[in-house]
Every structure is written in C-alpha cells, then in structure tokens.
C-alpha cells in the first residue's frame, strides 16, 4: 500500500505539473509577472498535489485487491503517459513531429495489449519497472513541493509609486504608448472590412508611420527591457530580490537593470518628471529609481487556473474541477479556461487603463510611459455592443478596436492641455499580432481565422507624432524596433538643450 500511496503521489505531480511548472526553480518566471506574494497560490499548488494523490489512491487501493485488478493495471499502463503526453507537451523543449502524437495513441496500447496476450513474461517484467518507476516519481513530487513552499518566503516588490501633487508647469511633454500585440498590418496595410480604427487614422495623419518595423523579438518580457535600455536583449534572469540581469545581444555577461541606467534615468537628468504605467512587466519594481510617479499589474491567470485575486479554498478547486471538466469534455474545459481568462485579462486592462488616463488626465508628468495589455488575447471587447465582454468570445480586431478606444480618450486629454503644441506622441506594438501563438488556444475565434488568412506579419505598428507635426510622413524602409528608444532620446535630449539656452 505504501508503494501504491508513493505511486499516487509521484503520478499526481506529473499530471499537474504544467500547472506549477513556472515555479520551479525559484520560480524567476512566475514571480516576475505577479505583484503580490504568492503564499496562497502556493498552498493551492500543494495541496492539489496532495488531494490528487489521495484520490487516486483511494480509487486503485482497492481495486488492487480485486480479480479485476490485472485489467485496470492494463488500461493505467496504456492511458497514463498517453495523458501525461498530452498534459506536458507544451512544457518540452522541444516540438514533437505532427504525426508522433496520433501514431503513439494506436502503437502504445498495441504494443501493451500484444505483450499481455503473448509475452506474459515481458508484460510482467514491464510492470514491475513501471511499478517502480512510478514510486521513484514520489521523489519529483517532494522535491517539486519543497520548492513551491520555498516561495513563501519571497516578498514581492512594490506595484505603485504615487508623487506628490506638484503645480503643473511649462515643459515639453512625451507620452510613450505601447499597445501589447499591434500588428501594423492588420491596422492599416490590410484591415478587415467594416473595422473601424477613426483614432489610429486621425494619428496617422499627423504622424511619422514606419510601414516596415522590424521586431526585436518575439515576447514581451524581453522586448520592453530592449526599448528601455536601447539594447536588444536575448535572455533574463529576475532574481530573488526582484531585481532583473538582462543579456544583450552581441555582449558577454549579464547585465543588472536600473532605473538610472535606463530611458528613465536619461529623463530624469534631463529636468523631466516620470511616469510609467504598465501591464505584466514589475515596472515599479524594476525602475523604480528613477520613476516619480509608477503603477504596474497582472491580474492575468497564473497557469492552473488560479489567480491572486480568489480564495484559497477557490484556487485549490477550480484546478481540480478542470481535470474533471477535462476528462469529460475537452470542449467545455476550453471554454470554462477561456472565460476566465477573459475575466482576469479583464480586470487587468481596466486597472491599468484607469491609471494610465487619470496619469494623462493629471497632467503632472513630462515623460509618461504607458503599456497597455490590447489587444492581446484574450479579447475583452465587443466592438458591435461597445461594451466590455464577460466571457470568451472576442477576436483579435475586437482587441483592436478597443486599443482605438483608449488611444482616442488619451489623445483627447493631450489635445486638450495646453502642452500639446509642444508634446511627442508614439504609438506602437511591442510586436505584432502572433498567430501561430494563439491560433491553437480557446481564445481564437472564426473572425481570428478570416483575418489571419494570409499568416503571421511580423511588422509591429509604429507611429511617431513630433511636436506641432500636422501632416503624415510614412517611411517605407526597414527601420528596426530598438530605434524607438533613439527616437525617445533625442527629444529628451533638445529638450535639455533648449532648456539650458534658456537659463543661460
């Protein structure tokens, strides 16, 4: 019984590991992209293991002790690393050929069923090493325990920094706006038809717009840290104490991030206030140094489904319910993951989007960096109800039209002050629109389909409004990403020149 209990263990860590996976190791990946401490998201994590284990025992226990038990140990040895395939394939490292999956699902149970018929010898000698290797899996689980609980102890950094209210004064102005998943493309080469985008067309207008912007890379957490620093990064670590080494392109070693080494330190040496507001990357964290006023979140599920904002009791269940919503309809656990997806993308953009208006609506800062989570999936809007969703069913040109949305209130507020004659307005994506990364999840719709019919454009949307610009420009040639942050320091540095002539 004791080896059937160790059985069990080892065999629940594996069937959930792709829900705790990021927390291995020190959980860098995890902790990185949550901003309040992780204690009862951990307990959860846990004590699945532990309820999962004891499930399983309390059904195979008994069982064992049966005439039938020969047959089910047949069918556990022809499911099992067939599930277990099917649960951890997006962990591998590696991409498995199309047609491995499918061809195992006939030849494993095949090969097993022939074993039991002919070679009574061979299948028994295959189950007794089965046997112990799934009680050898008892000591992944306790290790994988041990480091989940290890997470207790960390303390996450700050989420928001709040200035001062200060007289607004006579200064130049630059908002940085960065729309997470704008594919120039699909707003302006080739829009869908009856997609309306009347702010992104009225920017454009009055704006330098790159129709031939290179990307960086292909995920945020890297490429935000490029635009920041003027340097493409290839790789991160965020350690321990939340602070965050980045690896750039072309140079060795590791480099430690920092508000002064970073656009924002540049701003602030240069006389100008800060801000920055962003989704999913720790910003308050990270640059904290050099920010004067900052606010960041993720309320964005963490893998499982859980999330910071539910209960203990509610993140020890609704993972478990999804095994058996799973096991009955791959369909419906589909849908229920999507919805709340939706929910907590949800809550995430209003957040950051209610912060990042009233930062505009303020006033108070020069330079102002605002990262906003559309339209990313999974889409929030209903473009036909105007109106936020709540559940699934959103495309990516819903997302599209609410990033229209939100570019038309913070263009008005910026119209409306007196420092827009001499404010810089960008606009871009931190990459494009990635369809062979959504086109395989819950969250992708026929309308996804239609428009993604001529595949993925790598091209993120650029646009550049300079101060008093009235008239569009577009540049037609190659023009990489990091060039933004070019574009960000040269306005910071006439301002600084201006600002000197003055006082001479």
């Given amino acids: 019984m004791l080896k059937k209990l160790l059985q069990c263990l080892g065999l629940a860590s594996l069937i959930l590991l792709e829900n705790y996976s990021d927390f291995l190791a020190g959980g860098g990946t995890a902790r990185m992209h949550v ?142 706006i960065v729309f997470d998943e704008l594919s120039y493309n699909q707003v302006f080469e080739h829009r869908a038809s009856g997609l309306e985008l009347p702010n992104f067309d009225e920017l454009r207008g009055e704006s330098t717009v790159y129709s031939d912007a290179q990307p960086i890379g292909l995920h945020t957490v890297s490429i935000l840290p490029s635009l920041l620093s003027g340097k493409v990064v290839d790789d991160y670590r965020f350690r321990w104490g939340n602070t965050l080494d980045l690896h750039f392109v072309g140079e060795h070693g590791w480099h430690p991030v920092s508000g002064p080494v970073s656009v924002f330190g540049d701003a602030q040496a240069a006389g100008w206030r800060t801000a920055a507001v962003g989704w999913y990357n720790p910003y308050c964290t990270v640059y904290d140094g050099s920010l004067d006023d900052c606010y960041w979140m993720n309320w964005d599920k963490i893998e499982g489904p859980m999330a910071q904002n539910q209960s203990l009791g509610q993140n020890v269940w609704m993972p478990l319910s999804q095994l058996g919503r799973r096991a009955v309809s791959s369909k419906a656990a589909d849908e229920f993951q999507c919805d709340f997806d939706v929910k907590q993308h949800l809550r995430s953009e209003q957040e950051i989007s209610g912060r990042a208006m009233a930062v505009v609506h303020e006033d108070q800062d020069d330079f102002v960096f605002l990262h906003l989570g559309v339209p990313h999936s999974p889409n929030i809007w209903d473009r036909k109800a105007g109106a936020y969703r709540a559940g699934c069913g959103g495309s990516y040109l819903d997302g599209l039209a609410l990033a229209d949305r939100e570019l038309g209130k913070v263009m008005a507020m910026l119209k409306a002050s007196p420092r827009w004659p001499e404010t810089t307005l960008i606009v871009q994506g931190d990459h494009s629109w990635r369809t062979q990364l959504w086109h395989d999840l819950p969250a992708w719709t026929a309308e996804d389909e239609l428009a993604s019919k001529d595949g993925f454009d790598q091209r993120p949307a650029v646009l550049v409004h300079g101060a008093g610009q009235r008239s569009g420009v577009v540049v037609s040639s190659a023009w990489s990403l990091i060039r933004v942050h070019q574009v960000v320091e040269t306005v910071l540095q006439a301002n600084e020149s201006r600002s000197q002539g003055l006082h001479r």
């Fill in 35 to 176: 901003p309040f401490a992780l204690t009862g998201i951990v307990l959860a994590q846990v004590a699945d293991i532990l309820l999962l284990a004891l499930l399983l025992f309390l059904v195979i226990a008994p069982l064992s002790r049966t005439k039938l038990y020969p047959v089910v140990r047949l069918l556990l040895a022809m499911g099992i690393p067939l599930y277990f395939l099917a649960r951890v394939k997006a962990l591998l490292p590696f991409g498995l050929p199309p047609h491995f999956a499918p061809v195992l699902t006939v030849v494993w149970p095949g090969l097993l069923l022939a074993l039991f018929l002919w070679r009574k010898q061979w299948y028994r000698s295959a189950m007794v090493f089965a046997s112990n290797l799934g009680a050898a899996f008892a000591v992944f689980a306790v290790l994988s325990m041990a480091q989940l609980l290890m997470l207790l102890a960390w303390k996450p950094g700050s989420h928001q920094k709040i200035a001062a209210q200060e007289p607004k004064r006579d200064h130049a102005r630059l908002v940085w």
